[in-house]
């Protein structure tokens, strides 16, 4: 008589709570990176990548799995299998009722797609896994380009330190600041597609370019074009809307001030406002507040407030024995309330580097999430900067305002979508 293997499971980490009982067709809570190589991609080879690096990161290897007072990821035998790429972009992966893994690795022509579920990992996360995907499958397929040496690994954490709960190591039982309140933000409004389908557009461009327009403005790259996203969205803002501000939620790796190698999640979010109906609308007095913003939120002592606030609920008696359609209720209204405090998203994945030995056969990198509004995700490779745009409307106006304002600065840009509208 065989004996059955023990069950082995996992707590979700505090950040990844909020995303099941918030996932539907309409927001799938799926985020998607792109590794666009200069060579065609050689499907077997990037299949042989994948079960070497899915050893590395043993908690992707898991389903999703519902108890009675909380959600858990179950160990799951299955392997991810590479596909060519088959549905639109960050598509469903978690299904209620239906066991299966939590990422994907598709594939198109030169581009290498990982999708992931926003439960399973952030940004940082599901990219050491990108990057060590990409380790595996370079030193393969260009495996006599590598005879004397190898590169190193460059995402070498311990299986403990990739599964690591940031959130529960670095919570302190401090006295819990009072809850901000929420004030109703500019919410943009449009027709969506049928089937839910997302508009992604990629905007390709120089980081040198930027760079120089953003010191033109004395700022940051990043606070530069929140202040752009902002400008753009208030360029369509109807007269009566401009009672509310129109506020950014900006996602921030809690990694750059907390130690953290861990592959799930560990970000927090800020948001940035600026009322159009009380302040001027020129780019240069936008830019200052978002600055002054960007300083007073980014710092260890709010980020570690703002996360305390939300662990602590974990700690609470009360809470833990809340069976888990009520603590579901909860988080959906919760999550209502906080999106009516937001007009739009924007997060900067910033500077992707990889082994010096492998940018020969890297063309650029890129991101995006689903979306319940327009959202901007960004990153660089070398000189090339890729803004995306994500959004379910069907309007694309906002998308133009914005890349039309980098072109009057002078700004080349390669603008490519899946919709035929953007022109």
Same mark, same amino acid.
């Given at each position: 008589?065989?004996?059955?293997?023990p069950?082995?499971?996992?707590?979700?980490?505090?950040?990844?709570?909020?995303?099941?009982?918030?996932?539907?067709?309409?927001?799938t809570?799926?985020?998607?990176?792109?590794?666009?190589?200069?060579?065609?991609?050689?499907?077997?080879?990037?299949?042989?990548?994948?079960?070497?690096?899915?050893?590395?990161?043993?908690?992707?290897?898991?389903?999703?799995?519902?108890?009675?007072?909380?959600?858990?990821?179950?160990?799951?035998?299955?392997?991810?299998?590479?596909?060519?790429?088959?549905?639109?972009?960050?598509g469903?992966?978690?299904?209620?009722?239906?066991?299966?893994?939590?990422?994907?690795?598709?594939?198109?022509r030169?581009?290498?797609?990982?999708?992931?579920?926003?439960?399973?990992?952030?940004?940082?996360?599901?990219?050491?896994?990108?990057?060590?995907?990409?380790?595996?499958?370079?030193?393969? +397929?260009? +495996?006599?380009?590598?005879?004397?040496?190898?590169?190193?690994?460059?995402?070498?954490?311990?299986?403990?330190?990739?599964?690591?709960?940031?959130?529960?190591?670095?919570?302190?039982?401090?006295k819990?600041?009072?809850?901000?309140?929420?004030?109703?933000?500019?919410?943009?409004?449009?027709?969506?597609?049928? !089937?839910?389908?997302?508009?992604?557009?990629?905007?390709?461009?120089?980081?040198?370019?930027?760079?120089?327009?953003?010191?033109?403005?004395?700022?940051?790259?990043?606070?530069?074009?929140?202040?752009?996203?902002?400008?753009?969205?208030?360029?369509?803002?109807?007269?009566?809307?401009?009672?509310?501000?129109?506020?950014?939620?900006?996602?921030?790796?809690?990694?750059?001030?907390?130690?953290?190698?861990?592959?799930?999640?560990?970000?927090?979010?800020?948001?940035?406002?600026?009322?159009?109906?009380?302040? +001027? !609308?020129?780019?240069?007095?936008?830019?200052?507040?978002?600055?002054?913003?960007?300083?007073?939120?980014?710092?260890?002592?709010?980020?570690?407030?703002?996360?305390?606030?939300?662990?602590?609920?974990?700690?609470?008696?009360?809470?833990?024995?809340?069976?888990?359609?009520?603590?579901?209720?909860?988080?959906?209204?919760?999550?209502?309330?906080?999106?009516?405090?937001?007009?739009?998203?924007?997060?900067?994945?910033? +500077?992707?580097?990889?082994?010096?030995?492998?940018?020969?056969?890297?063309?650029?990198?890129?991101?995006?999430n689903?979306?319940?509004?327009?959202?901007?995700?960004?990153?660089?490779?070398? !000189?090339?900067?890729?803004?995306?745009f994500?959004?379910?409307? !069907?309007?694309?106006?906002?998308?133009?305002?914005?890349y039309?304002m980098?072109?009057?600065?002078?700004?080349?840009?390669?603008?490519?979508?899946?919709?035929?509208?953007?022109?």
């Open positions: 008589m065989t004996r059955k293997k069950v082995q499971w996992t707590r979700l980490d505090n950040a990844a709570k909020i995303f099941p009982p918030n996932t539907n067709e309409q927001d809570k799926v985020f998607r990176f792109v590794c666009e190589l200069k060579d065609e991609v050689d499907k077997e080879i990037l299949q042989k990548a994948l079960d070497k690096t899915i050893v590395l990161f043993p908690i992707y290897r898991s389903v999703l799995r519902k108890g009675v007072f909380w959600y858990y990821f179950e160990r799951t035998e299955m392997m991810p299998e590479v596909v060519e790429e088959y549905k639109p972009p960050c469903s992966l978690y299904h209620p009722n239906r066991k299966n893994l939590l990422f994907e690795v598709t594939y198109y030169k581009r290498i797609n990982l999708e992931m579920y926003h439960a399973l990992a952030d940004g940082t996360g599901a990219l050491g896994f990108l990057k060590t995907l990409l380790y595996f499958y370079i030193t393969m +397929k260009y +495996k006599e380009d590598f005879v004397e040496q190898l590169p190193n690994l460059d995402y070498d954490a311990s299986f403990a330190q990739k599964m690591d709960d940031s959130f529960r190591k670095h919570y302190t039982d401090e819990i600041p009072k809850r901000v309140k929420v004030n109703r933000a500019y919410r943009i409004s449009g027709r969506r597609s049928i !089937d839910n389908r997302l508009k992604v557009v990629e905007g390709v461009m120089s980081v040198k370019e930027i760079l120089a327009l953003s010191r033109r403005y004395n700022t940051t790259l990043t606070v530069y074009l929140t202040a752009l996203f902002m400008k753009a969205i208030y360029q369509e803002m109807p007269a009566r809307a401009k009672r509310y501000p129109v506020v950014l939620s900006v996602p921030v790796n809690l990694r750059a001030f907390f130690p953290s190698v861990t592959a799930r999640n560990f970000f927090s979010t800020i948001n940035v406002s600026y009322h159009f109906g009380q302040k +001027k !609308d020129d780019l240069e007095s936008i830019i200052a507040e978002v600055k002054e913003a960007f300083a007073r939120e980014l710092t260890e002592e709010k980020l570690r407030k703002h996360m305390n606030r939300l662990v602590a609920l974990e700690h609470n008696a009360f809470t833990r024995i809340v069976p888990l359609f009520i603590k579901d209720w909860v988080l959906r209204f919760a999550n209502y309330i906080n999106d009516k405090g937001i007009t739009a998203t924007l997060s900067n994945v910033g +500077k992707i580097l990889i082994a010096e030995e492998f940018i020969p056969y890297v063309n650029l990198f890129n991101c995006f689903s979306a319940r509004r327009p959202q901007i995700g960004m990153c660089s490779f070398g !000189d090339k900067l890729v803004i995306s994500a959004s379910p409307f !069907d309007g694309m106006d906002i998308q133009k305002n914005f039309r980098l072109t009057e600065e002078g700004v080349e840009i390669t603008i490519s979508s899946n919709s035929r509208e953007v022109g």
